[in-house]
């Protein structure tokens, strides 16, 4: 890679990170609210901040405003921010992106000027009108670094390729290689990525909080926001102090929260996710609202709600999206946020970044049976 920005950090006071907005400019608002954000911190935006979510333009403008007013804001650049390169190189591709994605920066900044694709609309068309429109925008995009090394850390999308000097990584890989946290590396600092959702690392209880690991010197970040319906947006927090740093994280999501009104202690034979792409099951044994499957990708036995499993003409059966096979317990009082209270006996819901299934009566009433998720 060649876009390699460094970065000196003081060594005390707070670095914020957070990646993977895609185009959820509300969220991130919050977010840095949630945070209080000042102009003392160091905030890393570690990319993918369009595409997917509902308001990519608006995201990027904030976040180059945001760098412009303030220089402890840093940026790089994700795979879907990419989409503006594609664009100048006339890739004819683009043509059917613009027009099957429900949202896209391009499609928005075309809204924005009222331009309509006709059916023979050309790239280099496109193009024409928006480098005369938003050249600011995609200047700023494509000189965006691939990485952000400072003494203890590295910033990069997606990851680093595991030789002897990590600047050798090929850019490509660095915003695109999934499963980063399966990998590893020889930097010698921590790396810090995005762009792979934690959910899809499987764990008794799914959750999407940030992890840390120590041994692989990999902290991942990315909470599934827009990718998954229990997603979150996550800030992870650097505390730099003379003693050494420390870690902490916050979320916010689009989920309604409530408060927990009767206590819950979890069947712990409930435990287990479902998550890409590992979506084909085997019922072994039904019941009212759980059925006993076997996950074919890989052998588990999970118990998965009733509602969230499809079968197809065939006769096979899948699941119908990610999904937490877990029960998880409460207490009176815990506020938690409601994923989906449409199905019979359980709701899913989510209590400090985890996700499991609780009986209906742990919700107050007026909580039950308004959100849906499939
Ligand atoms: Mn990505």
């Given at each position: 890679?060649?876009?390699?920005?460094?970065?000196?950090?003081?060594?005390?006071?707070?670095?914020?990170?957070?990646?993977?907005?895609?185009?959820?400019?509300?969220l991130?608002i919050?977010?840095l609210?949630k945070?209080?954000?000042?102009s003392?911190?160091?905030?890393?935006?570690?990319?993918?901040l369009c595409?997917?979510?509902?308001?990519?333009?608006?995201?990027?403008?904030?976040?180059?405003?945001?760098?412009?007013?303030n220089?402890n804001?840093?940026?790089?650049e994700?795979?879907?921010?990419?989409?503006?390169?594609?664009?100048?190189e006339?890739?004819p591709k683009?043509m059917?992106?613009?027009?099957?994605?429900?949202?896209s920066i391009?499609?928005?900044w075309?809204?924005?000027?009222?331009?309509?694709?006709?059916?023979?609309?050309?790239?280099?068309?496109v193009?024409?009108?928006l480098?005369q429109h938003?050249?600011?925008?995609?200047?700023?995009?494509?000189?965006?670094?691939t990485?952000?090394e400072t003494d203890?850390y590295?910033?990069?999308?997606a990851g680093l390729?595991?030789?002897?000097?990590?600047?050798?990584?090929?850019?490509?890989?660095?915003?695109?290689m999934?499963?980063?946290?399966?990998?590893?590396?020889?930097?010698?600092?921590?790396?810090?990525?995005?762009?792979?959702?934690?959910v899809?690392?499987?764990?008794?209880?799914?959750?999407n909080?940030?992890?840390?690991?120590?041994?692989?010197?990999?902290?991942?970040?990315d909470g599934?926001?827009?990718?998954?319906?229990?997603?979150q947006?996550?800030?992870?927090?650097?505390?730099?102090?003379?003693?050494?740093?420390?870690?902490?994280?916050?979320?916010t999501?689009?989920h309604?929260?409530?408060?927990?009104v009767?206590?819950?202690i979890?069947?712990?034979i409930m435990?287990g996710s479902?998550s890409?792409?590992?979506?084909?099951l085997?019922?072994?044994?039904?019941?009212?609202?759980?059925?006993?499957?076997k996950?074919?990708?890989?052998?588990?036995?999970?118990?998965?709600?009733?509602?969230?499993?499809?079968?197809?003409e065939?006769?096979?059966?899948?699941?119908k999206?990610?999904?937490?096979?877990a029960?998880i317990s409460?207490?009176?009082g815990?506020?938690?946020?409601?994923?989906?209270?449409?199905?019979?006996?359980?709701?899913l819901?989510?209590k400090n970044?985890?996700e499991?299934?609780?009986?209906k009566?742990?919700?107050?009433?007026?909580?039950r049976?308004?959100v849906?998720?499939?």
């Open positions: 890679m060649k876009k390699i920005k460094r970065v000196t950090l003081p060594s005390q006071g707070r670095v914020i990170v957070i990646s993977d907005i895609h185009g959820e400019l509300n991130f919050k977010l609210q945070v209080n954000f000042s003392e911190d160091h905030l890393f935006i570690n990319g993918d595409e997917k979510g509902s308001n990519s333009k608006g995201t990027v403008r904030y976040i180059m405003d945001l760098t412009k007013r220089p804001v840093h940026v790089t994700g795979n879907c921010d990419t989409v503006v390169e594609d664009l100048l006339e890739n683009l059917n992106y613009i027009r099957s994605r429900k949202h391009l499609k928005e075309l809204d924005e000027v009222g331009f309509e694709l006709k059916e023979d609309t050309t790239v280099q068309e193009k024409d009108i480098t938003f050249s600011h925008e995609i200047k700023w995009l494509m000189e965006l670094p990485a952000i203890d590295i910033f990069v999308h390729d595991d030789c002897k000097d990590w600047r050798e990584t090929d850019r490509i890989s660095a915003i695109t999934p499963a980063f946290m399966e990998k590893s590396h020889r930097t010698g600092k921590y790396v810090i990525v995005g762009h792979w959702p934690v899809n690392y499987a764990s008794d209880i799914p959750s909080n940030p992890v840390v690991s120590k041994d692989k010197k990999i902290i991942s970040i599934g926001n827009v990718i998954k319906s229990t997603g947006l996550n800030a992870f927090i650097i505390h730099r102090t003379k003693n050494g740093d420390s870690f902490s994280k916050i979320y999501d689009h309604l929260t409530c408060e927990v009767k206590g819950y979890s069947e712990t435990s479902i890409y792409p590992n979506y084909e085997i019922p072994l044994q039904p019941s009212e609202h759980f059925t006993l499957c996950q074919v990708g890989t052998d588990d036995l999970l118990y998965v709600k009733n509602e969230y499993i499809h079968e197809s065939k006769g096979t059966y899948s699941a999206t990610d999904l937490s096979c029960q409460v207490d009176i815990d506020i938690i946020s409601v994923v989906d209270s449409s199905c019979t006996g359980y709701d819901i989510k970044g985890k499991g299934w609780v009986p009566d742990v919700l107050p009433v007026k909580q049976d308004s849906s998720v499939v």
